[in-house]
């Protein structure tokens, strides 16, 4: 085994660790050791990944060291703190994979695929199916219902790889997703800015939640189009992929016991991490992949099968980490651009630019500027939450003379869309850590005509309850 290997799943495994030990621990020298691996991880990275695949990473960091250096302030502090920006993300992605060690363990979802084969023999039912699923996970899971939901997917459709079929895949979580933080409570953006602005929370959810509906059917619309661009017949595969699965399916009587089962096991870890949100004072991103661990290790135990846990931990330690050096890499550097980038209130300055223009232009509708702030933030590694902070703090001590429930839903669809877009914000880099797929493409280059159709639905919604 290759010594960089070796030092690479060694570092990626303590940097993991050392996220939930800082996050309970207020150590300071742990938080310093903390940061030293996730330099090491970046240069260890370099070293691992071939040179193209490390441009993105390296100009990441080098924009965030640049930035630091120009803008001053204590360099070694604010470098620790982005070289730990994204460990929360990391901690989250190195334990998702549990979920799938449990999925492998039985065939659940071949079983589930042969009692609804009926209901998803087309690629647009199927894409609708993805879509639903995922917008009901993201009320749990927030974007940690992209990884989780693209081991699921990936699972069914295993046998199928280019381009097209993770465009197919890809948007279907994307698009979902961001269509959640139109309206979902449990997404912080969301409830920041209804909390944040005084706006009635049941006109805020109900407005966002129809035109997120309506944003689903465009979306799968959308995969029409999509499908015929790239030439592919891809219910064909999928129905290929179904009668795959069929052929080693269980008898009816099994296949309604596993589904059953599958569906305790859902709502037993996804109804745990809620309940225990609303029970105990911790933040998701750390909920999450402890209620995982204990969840899968349960689960092992109860099925009798501690062997097979562990030899899963093996396999994934040995072959599984060091093949997630450039993901890992990638969120490590992002978060010392983005660290780098909220020290220099870039945000603010944008804020009272745009209302130095409207001051010259009386006239200018300040509702259809709203949403392209976030965006551009957004491009710039801003999150929806660190963006929303920012503007909708601001807004609240100002006075717009619109409703503010049309105020949140300019920002949130701001929001999704940055989501849609932005190759440096969580969910398209989480996206990219499952498929392999850049940012870019995952972001920009799959959804730009999709976040335009979407920013041009909310404007027409604003506009006419602006009128009205």
Same mark, same amino acid.
């Given at each position: 085994?290759?010594?960089?290997?070796?030092?690479?799943?060694?570092?990626?495994?303590?940097?993991?660790?050392?996220?939930?030990?800082?996050?309970?621990?207020?150590?300071?020298?742990?938080?310093?050791?903390?940061?030293?691996?996730?330099?090491?991880?970046?240069?260890?990275?370099?070293?691992?990944?071939?040179?193209?695949?490390?441009?993105?990473?390296?100009?990441?960091?080098?924009?965030?060291?640049?930035?630091?250096?120009?803008?001053?302030?204590?360099?070694?502090?604010?470098?620790?703190?982005?070289?730990?920006?994204?460990?929360?993300?990391?901690?989250?992605?190195?334990?998702?994979?549990?979920?799938?060690?449990?999925?492998?363990?039985?065939?659940?979802?071949?079983?589930?695929?042969?009692?609804?084969?009926?209901?998803?023999?087309?690629?647009?039912?199927?894409?609708?199916?993805?879509?639903?699923?995922?917008?009901?996970?993201?009320?749990?899971?927030?974007?940690?219902?992209?990884?989780?939901?693209?081991?699921?997917?990936?699972?069914?459709?295993?046998?199928?790889?280019?381009?097209?079929?993770?465009?197919?895949?890809?948007?279907?979580?994307?698009?979902?997703?961001?269509?959640?933080?139109?309206?979902?409570?449990?997404?912080?953006?969301?409830?920041?800015?209804?909390?944040?602005?005084?706006?009635?929370?049941?006109?805020?959810?109900?407005?966002?939640?129809?035109?997120?509906?309506?944003?689903?059917?465009?979306?799968?619309?959308?995969?029409?189009?999509?499908?015929?661009?790239?030439?592919?017949?891809?219910?064909?595969?999928?129905?290929?992929?179904?009668?795959?699965?069929?052929?080693?399916?269980?008898?009816?009587?099994?296949?309604?016991?596993?589904?059953?089962?599958?569906?305790?096991?859902?709502?037993?870890?996804?109804?745990?991490?809620?309940?225990?949100?609303?029970? #105990?004072?911790?933040? $998701?991103?750390? *909920? !999450?992949?402890? &209620? @995982? %661990?204990?969840? =899968?290790?349960?689960?092992?135990?109860?099925?009798?099968?501690?062997?097979?846990?562990?030899?899963?931990?093996?396999?994934?330690?040995?072959?599984?980490?060091?093949?997630?050096?450039?993901?890992?890499?990638?969120?490590?550097?992002?978060?010392?651009?983005?660290?780098?980038?909220?020290?220099?209130?870039?945000?603010?300055?944008?804020?009272?630019?745009?209302?130095?223009?409207?001051?010259?232009?009386?006239?200018?509708?300040?509702?259809?500027?709203?949403?392209?702030?976030?965006?551009?933030?957004?491009?710039?590694?801003?999150?929806?939450?660190?963006?929303?902070?920012?503007?909708?703090?601001?807004?609240?001590?100002?006075?717009?003379?619109?409703?503010?429930?049309?105020?949140?839903?300019?920002?949130?669809?701001?929001?999704? #869309?940055?989501?849609? $877009?932005?190759? *440096? !914000?969580?969910? &398209? @880099? %989480?996206?990219? =850590?499952?498929?392999?797929?850049?940012?870019?493409?995952?972001?920009?280059?799959?959804?730009?005509?999709?976040?335009?159709?979407?920013?041009?639905?909310?404007?027409?919604?604003?506009?006419?309850?602006?009128?009205?």
């Amino acid at each position: 085994m290759n010594v960089v290997t070796r030092g690479l799943r060694l570092v990626i495994s303590a940097y993991a660790l050392l996220y939930f030990v800082t996050y309970f621990f207020d150590i300071r020298s742990l938080e310093i050791v903390h940061a030293i691996l996730g330099f090491m991880l970046l240069v260890l990275a370099v070293v691992h990944v071939k040179i193209r695949y490390i441009k993105l990473p390296l100009f990441l960091f080098l924009t965030g060291f640049t930035i630091m250096i120009v803008s001053g302030g204590p360099f070694l502090e604010n470098m620790a703190s982005g070289l730990r920006q994204m460990s929360n993300i990391i901690g989250l992605l190195a334990v998702v994979p549990a979920i799938g060690w449990v999925l492998r363990s039985e065939p659940y979802i071949e079983d589930i695929i042969g009692l609804a084969h009926n209901f998803l023999n087309t690629s647009r039912k199927f894409y609708f199916g993805v879509l639903s699923f995922t917008h009901i996970i993201s009320y749990f899971l927030l974007f940690g219902a992209i990884p989780m939901m693209y081991q699921f997917v990936d699972e069914i459709l295993k046998n199928q790889r280019g381009e097209a079929w993770e465009n197919f895949k890809g948007t279907a979580l994307l698009r979902s997703f961001a269509l959640s933080t139109l309206w979902v409570i449990s997404i912080p953006s969301f409830a920041y800015a209804v909390e944040a602005l005084n706006a009635s929370l049941p006109i805020a959810i109900l407005q966002g939640f129809l035109l997120a509906m309506a944003g689903l059917l465009i979306a799968v619309t959308f995969s029409y189009f999509e499908e015929k661009k790239y030439g592919i017949d891809l219910t064909a595969e999928i129905q290929n992929e179904i009668e795959t699965v069929l052929k080693t399916a269980s008898d009816r009587k099994i296949q309604k016991q596993r589904t059953k089962e599958f569906g305790f096991l859902f709502i037993t870890l996804f109804g745990t991490i809620f309940l225990m949100y609303e029970m #105990i004072n911790l933040e $998701l991103m750390i *909920l !999450i992949p402890i &209620v @995982i %661990v204990i969840w =899968a290790g349960i689960y092992f135990l109860i099925k009798k099968r501690p062997a097979l846990l562990m030899s899963e931990i093996k396999e994934y330690y040995q072959n599984g980490l060091a093949g997630k050096a450039y993901q890992f890499s990638v969120l490590t550097s992002a978060g010392v651009m983005i660290h780098s980038l909220n020290q220099t209130g870039v945000g603010t300055v944008i804020i009272d630019g745009v209302y130095a223009f409207q001051e010259v232009l009386p006239f200018f509708n300040m509702l259809y500027f709203l949403p392209l702030i976030i965006i551009i933030l957004g491009f710039m590694g801003l999150g929806p939450l660190t963006v929303m902070v920012l503007v909708a703090g601001i807004l609240e001590s100002i006075s717009l003379p619109y409703p503010p429930e049309l105020i949140v839903l300019a920002v949130t669809s701001g929001s999704a #869309i940055s989501i849609l $877009l932005s190759p *440096l !914000i969580m969910p &398209v @880099i %989480v996206l990219s =850590a499952a498929n392999g797929v850049s940012p870019f493409k995952n972001g920009l280059r799959f959804n730009y005509k999709f976040a335009l159709v979407l920013y041009v639905l909310v404007q027409i919604y604003v506009q006419w309850m602006v009128i009205v």
